[in-house]
């Protein structure tokens, strides 16, 4: 672009008039890009849709609700390309100017605005005590023959004494909290936010069980001598050998899913007369009430797996299970007016974001929304 295009183009961006225009013709560009092959003849005709955004750019309906995509922080998925190189610096100078010339905050949007999630949870130990666990502990753990090393974020087990009493500890993360657990068999386990998982100091006989509720991503050290099991109270019971799965037992949200990365697993429905569906590695499992298991194939992994990445993936999400993300990892009550509209959401936002940020994102988006006090968030039409 000459100097005279280049100043359009960023007065484009910042003109209200037209910014919303110009970003929805840039990721048209950005994800038509990303599916191309990096060709003249196919750059040259897309290039020429983005600097006409001037004119009406027609409207994408989608049933039964639109979507909303954030694009405050979305991920652009191409930088092979010196063209792609000049656009990409172009969008990052338009957010890093909107970033320090508006404010995240305004009268009446957040008095106080609240952090990210960080490593935090609590462990409740056989006998009884507890112990609070943060990102920044470093400390040594004894119950009877059992050490238990606590670093950062993560906490490791090691039975030393195979005679030694078994004994059960609970590790419980808070609503913005999350934790990473290595079990005494090398099993690795990371806990979700507002998450537990019940467990024994040393495992014996002729199983490895462990009690989850809320969202945990398991990867199971092989034993083909002892099955390892996970149970979700009244709920579902998971049977493995060695793998990586993914389980979310939300009470809150309309289904019960887990789903397979690597190996194999069986899962048994409780208090029904279903028998045990096996999954294959990409599949899911959705059990809801007073209805017949349902398995997915070819699942989005990576949506299932954004939240232990370290982000959020909205690809497809109804605005319900968008803010049940958000409560749950900022700490906040989310309500509902009434006579709110269906809407579907897009795109990936990191979890490092505060809540302000987070919202700000969320209402360009098209979300009617009030703060109260009290941490809470009155979703309006």
Known sequence: MSPQEQQEFYALLQDEEHSAEMIAALET????????????????????????????????ATSPAPTHRLHFLRRWGWAAA???????????????????????????????????????????????????????????????ATTIKQSGGQLVYDAQDGNTAVSYNNLVTPRGGNFKLQLPD??????????????????????????????????????????????????VEIEVLGTSFNINAYTEE??????????????????????AVTLNPGQQAQIRPSEKTKVVSDVDVEKIMAWKNGLF?????????????????????????????????GGEVSKNVSL????????????????EEGRRLVVMP
Request: proline share 5%.
């Open 313 to 345: 993936n909205f690809e497809n999400a109804s605005l319900q299970e968008v803010m049940h993300q958000v409560a749950r990892w900022y700490n906040i009550e989310v309500v509902y007016e009434k006579g709110i509209p269906e809407m579907n959401f």
């Open 82 to 144: 010196s063209i792609m190189v000049l656009f990409s610096a172009g969008i990052y100078f338009w957010w890093q100017h909107n970033r320090e010339h508006t404010p995240i905050k305004d009268a009446g949007y957040l008095a106080t605005d609240i952090p990210p999630g960080t490593n935090k949870a609590i462990l409740n130990l056989a006998d009884g005590s507890s112990i609070t666990l943060d990102s920044a502990g470093n400390q040594t753990i004894r119950q009877g």
């Open 356 to 371: 302000a940020r987070l919202l700000d994102g969320l209402k360009k988006a098209g979300v009617h929304f009030r703060i």
């Open 186 to 235: 090398g099993s690795m386990v990371w806990l979700n936010a507002a998450s537990s998982l019940r467990y024994p100091t040393a495992f014996k006989g002729k199983e490895r069980r462990v009690e989850l509720t809320g969202e945990a991503y398991f990867e199971v050290a092989k034993n083909a001598e002892m099955p390892f099991r996970v149970s979700v109270k009244d709920r």
């Open 254 to 275: 309309n289904k019960l899913s887990t789903t397979l990365l690597e190996g194999g697993v069986r899962v048994l429905p409780l208090n029904t007369n279903e028998k």
């Open 29 to 60: 560009l950005t994800e038509d890009l990303y599916r191309a092959d990096v060709r003249d003849e196919t750059l040259l005709p897309l290039l020429q849709r983005a600097t006409q955004t001037d004119k009406p750019l027609p409207l994408q």
